[in-house]
């Protein structure tokens, strides 16, 4: 144990509580998510650090929030290109130690992309997936426990973005990020979308009956 980074060692703490009860929530897509929600929900009740205490790779597996934000009028879903990454990404970050997931969506949509949090009807406050990453590169690099959150805005809204972070920002219907090729996106990107496709499809069929 250090003072920098004291390990949380009992799954029952309220904040790993919470974080289990969010990805025990999560109904797999296939046969990959199925295993990286093993994945996750032995890292958390393993009790090993949550939280990145220090850039880059401090713990070397951490968590971490995208949030999609999604244009319902328009048919469309945001990506950004990462500056660090060279990817273009769902907006996100890392999740502070002890942070509430949903407010570390809050926080970071207003710092990436100065507007409000909306959470999308299709999901509420809740992540519709998840995905465990090793980062590309050598030095710094690290895992990254991702929970991915859907966001309603329209285009018209984002008129900004960080540029420390981010080199540019693209609106695309689900169709069109599905035609792009897959070393231009985070690596879960299409499985996302599909994802997202099937979800949205189920909430309008439930509406409807």
């Given at each position: 144990?250090?003072?920098?980074?004291?390990p949380?060692?009992?799954?029952a703490?309220?904040?790993?509580?919470?974080?289990?009860?969010?990805?025990?929530?999560?109904?797999?897509?296939?046969?990959?998510?199925?295993?990286?929600?093993?994945?996750?929900?032995?890292?958390?009740?393993?009790?090993?650090?949550?939280?990145?205490?220090?850039?880059?790779?401090?713990?070397?597996?951490?968590?971490?929030?995208?949030?999609v934000?999604?244009?319902?009028?328009?048919?469309?879903?945001?990506?950004?290109?990462?500056?660090?990454?060279?990817?273009?990404?769902?907006?996100?970050?890392?999740?502070?130690?002890?942070?509430?997931?949903?407010?570390?969506?809050?926080?970071?949509?207003?710092?990436?992309?100065?507007?409000?949090?909306?959470?999308?009807?299709?999901?509420?406050?809740?992540?519709?997936?998840?995905?465990?990453?090793?980062?590309?590169?050598?030095e710094?690099?690290?895992?990254?426990?991702?929970?991915?959150?859907?966001?309603?805005?329209?285009?018209?809204?984002?008129?900004?973005?960080?540029?420390?972070?981010?080199?540019?920002?693209?609106?695309?219907?689900?169709?069109?990020?599905?035609?792009?090729?897959?070393?231009?996106?985070?690596?879960?990107?299409?499985?996302?979308?599909?994802?997202?496709?099937?979800?949205?499809?189920?909430?309008?069929?439930?509406?409807?009956?």
């Open positions: 144990m250090t003072a920098i980074d004291p949380l060692t009992h799954p703490e309220p904040a790993r509580a919470r974080l289990s009860d969010l990805v025990g929530a999560i109904d797999p897509w296939d046969d990959l998510e199925r295993a990286h929600l093993k994945t996750a929900a032995e890292w958390i009740a393993g009790g090993a650090p949550l939280y990145r205490v220090r850039k880059p790779d401090v713990p070397p597996m951490h968590l971490v929030c995208y949030f934000v999604r244009d319902e009028e328009r048919g469309r879903l945001l990506l950004v290109a990462h500056r660090k990454a060279g990817l273009w990404l769902p907006a996100g970050g890392h999740v502070d130690p002890d942070e509430d997931p949903w407010d570390t969506v809050v926080r970071e949509c207003r710092e990436e992309l100065d507007i409000q949090a909306t959470a999308s009807p299709v999901t509420g406050r809740r992540p519709l997936f998840l995905t465990v990453t090793r980062t590309r590169g050598g710094g690099a690290h895992t990254d426990v991702s929970l991915w959150y859907v966001l309603d805005a329209t285009a018209d809204s984002v008129t900004t973005y960080d540029e420390g972070e981010l080199t540019a920002i693209r609106w695309l219907t689900e169709e069109q990020v599905l035609q792009e090729p897959g070393e231009l996106l985070d690596p879960h990107m299409h499985r996302f979308t599909r994802k997202l496709r099937h979800a949205r499809t189920s909430t309008r069929a439930g509406v409807q009956t």
